[in-house]
């Protein structure tokens, strides 16, 4: 089942909107922290009005999730250490305590060998929840992660939709279908005579939320209806 809202260009011309706000706040946030960034400096910095700023981000949490989220499944980086050291860092713990109420744990595994020993570290330190970043070992090995997640009754949020299907609770990142979409743009202008090197690299535009209610029911979790209202796609 797919739920939608607005359609066609009025749709687009708000994730694009949306989008720059949360960029332009990512990168405020990033220099500033959130302690030192106010929503009027990055309407500012966006071109827009305070009230747009509120129109796409409810309130102030909602903001904060949205850069904390960004951060995790969208900050371009493909080396899986390099981005649990980051999501570790101490500005960043402090962003999710302080502001969502959050700890982060951070545990590595290097092969399927690692994950019983990384789970019963998580139930020690009674995690109440699972993030996992992609690797190639998470994205092999997904169904034996989200097995051990419904063992222990763990929600799990996953950056790609297609990772899914393995029985993960929820994901949030680009659209890689979009991506590939796009791509044929640079075909075409590299088979027009542009020169690879002269083209902008871009970042994705187009990001989904997807809830798999299924994986919900397995581990006795409801979701809110204003959740799955927010959802691009919900799994039954």
Not at 36 to 56: C, D, P, Y
Not at 141 to 148: C, D, G, M, N, P
Not at 163 to 185: E, H, I, K, Q, V
Request: with cysteine; proline share 4%; net charge positive.
């Amino acid at each position: 089942m797919t739920i939608e809202g607005a359609t066609g260009s009025a749709r687009m011309a708000g994730e694009e909107r949306r989008l720059q706000i949360l960029a332009v706040a990512v990168s405020l946030f990033s220099q500033k922290g959130f302690r030192g960034t106010t929503t009027k400096e990055i309407a500012q910095a966006a071109g827009v009005s305070e009230a747009m700023v509120f129109r796409h981000f409810a309130t102030k949490q909602e903001l904060y999730s949205a850069i904390l989220d960004h951060k995790a499944c969208a900050s371009g980086r493909f080396d899986p250490a390099e981005t649990a050291a980051d999501l570790s860092g101490p500005s960043f713990q402090s962003a999710l305590h302080d502001q969502l109420g959050i700890k982060l744990q951070s545990i590595e595994v290097r092969s399927p060998a690692d994950f019983e020993n990384a789970f019963k570290a998580g139930v020690r330190k009674q995690a109440g929840a699972l993030l996992v970043l992609q690797s190639a070992v998470t994205n092999t090995h997904r169904k034996s992660i989200a097995e051990l997640a419904t063992k222990n009754r763990w929600p799990t949020m996953w950056g790609e939709s297609g990772l899914l299907d393995a029985g993960g609770l929820m994901s949030y990142g680009p659209n890689y279908a979009d991506l590939f979409r796009r791509a044929a743009t640079y075909v075409d202008k590299i088979l027009k005579g542009a020169k690879p090197a002269d083209l902008p690299v871009e970042q994705p535009k187009k990001f989904e939320f997807i809830i798999n209610l299924k994986a919900a029911k397995q581990i006795g979790l409801t979701i809110p209806p204003n959740v799955l209202a927010r959802a691009d796609r919900v799994i039954r």
